[in-house]
Every structure is written in C-alpha cells, then in structure tokens.
C-alpha cells in the first residue's frame, strides 16, 4: 500500500547530461544485496539510505558518497551519452512460445539472476512448463527479473507482472564480488538528458558504475569492470 504522500504522481528521474540521476517526487530508496539460496537468489536488505524529497544519484561510478552524487563525474570528465534504444519493450522484445506460457526477453540483462530457479532457469522453465508446476516457476521466474527483460505470458496473452510501488533500490553484489545497478520499480517516468522519455517500466535497472553499452541501462558490465562503490 502506499501512503498519502506518497501516490507516486510527481515522482521522477531525470538524467542530467554528463552527470548523475536527478530524483524527483520522494521516491523511497533502499539498499539491496542480492543473496543466493540454493539455486536461486533473494534479496536482503542493506543498509538504511538516507530518504529525501529529491537527491541526485551517482551515474558515473565515481562518487566517493555512493550511491550519491559527490561531484566527481565533473572532475573526472564522465561523458555519460546515452546509447540505449528509446523503442519500446513491446518492438525490442522477441516472443518465446512454451507449451504453457509464453515469455516476452528483451535481451537487457543486469545479471541479477533472479531468472534462475531451483529446476532450471526462466527459457527451460517455459520450454518445459507442461510439466507439473513448471508453469508457477516460470512466471516466478520472469516476474522477479529485477531489469524487466522477461516477461511472463499467459496463453490468452496477457502480460504477467507483479504489482511494484514505485521504488528504487542500489544493489550490492557479494558473491561476485560487485556493487551492480539501480533498481526501478513502479512506472517511475525516467527522461533522457535530452528530455525525451524513456518508456515507463514497472521494472528496469539504470546503470551506475558508467560503463554501460545501453546506457542509461545496465547490462551488467559492472561485473567486467569489476565495479565497487566503497
Ligand atoms: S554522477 Fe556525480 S559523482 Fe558520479
């Protein structure tokens, strides 16, 4: 449930070019590490984030006060241009058909690996969801993808999605050994440098340690560049 103050309405993202995420509308902001239990993952919370009604984000992986923005994106040059394709999910995603649900895969991947389960990932769970429960764990699967790559389908085509507050969340990453993306839940409306929008998503991963090829998303290169923010 959200609260009064809190509806959503005038939340925002802003990305300031050549510089951070510009945060708008009392968006609350949490921490988040991604933790593995058996063969699949859950998060645990971190530590307790300051909550302010706007606040910049760092983008160029370079703030000393991460996940805040310290300045360090002007004295370090960041350039920060924006390459992710503004089409939208529906034309990007391509259309993988199971026999009991379907599965929309944009190919973003933050490597959150939430799309693995304890038989098999979100692709041999679809391929095989005509086997006993298969079909739940597929959905699972793809509806705790945190970058919103999959998309659960059932087969009168519907879109599965779980239902987000707007939210965000930075992630920490031990068992690579990495600080991964941002994590934005909820349709917050998310604008380019150059005021165009981005479409709105009830899930998506920004990218922070400003390496990126699908920028401003993640594509989870912060695990090549081995990125930390402490
Ligand atoms: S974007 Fe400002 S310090 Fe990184």
Not at 132 to 137: A, C, N, S, T
Request: hydrophobic share 35%; net charge negative; glycine share 8%.
């Amino acid at each position: 449930m959200q609260s009064m103050e809190n509806t959503g309405k005038d939340m925002r993202i802003r990305i300031v070019k050549n510089g951070p995420y510009r945060v708008s509308g009392n968006v609350p902001l949490t921490e988040k590490i991604i933790m593995p239990i058996g063969n699949h993952y859950v998060f645990k919370e971190g530590r307790v984030l300051p909550q302010s009604e706007n606040y910049l984000l760092c983008r160029c992986g370079r703030s000393k006060n991460a996940p805040f923005c310290d300045g360090a994106h002007a004295k370090s040059g960041f350039t920060g241009i924006e390459t992710a394709s503004m089409l939208s999910y529906e034309d990007r995603a391509e259309f993988l058909t199971g026999p009991e649900i379907d599965l929309l895969d944009d190919d973003r991947c933050a490597f959150a690996r939430f799309c693995d389960r304890e038989q098999g990932n979100a692709w041999e769970l679809t391929d095989q969801s005509d086997q006993p429960g298969y079909r739940e764990e597929a959905i699972i699967a793809a509806s705790e993808c945190p970058a919103g790559r999959l998309v659960a389908v059932d087969k009168a085509g519907n879109r599965i999605e779980p239902e987000h507050a707007p939210s965000i969340a930075v992630i920490q990453d031990p068992e690579r050994g990495v600080s991964a993306g941002i994590f934005v839940k909820g349709y917050i409306p998310i604008e380019s440098s150059s005021g165009e929008a981005y479409e709105a998503r009830n899930r998506v991963a920004l990218c922070r340690c400003g390496r990126s090829g699908k920028t401003p998303f993640c594509d989870a290169t912060h695990i090549l560049v081995k990125f930390l923010d402490k």
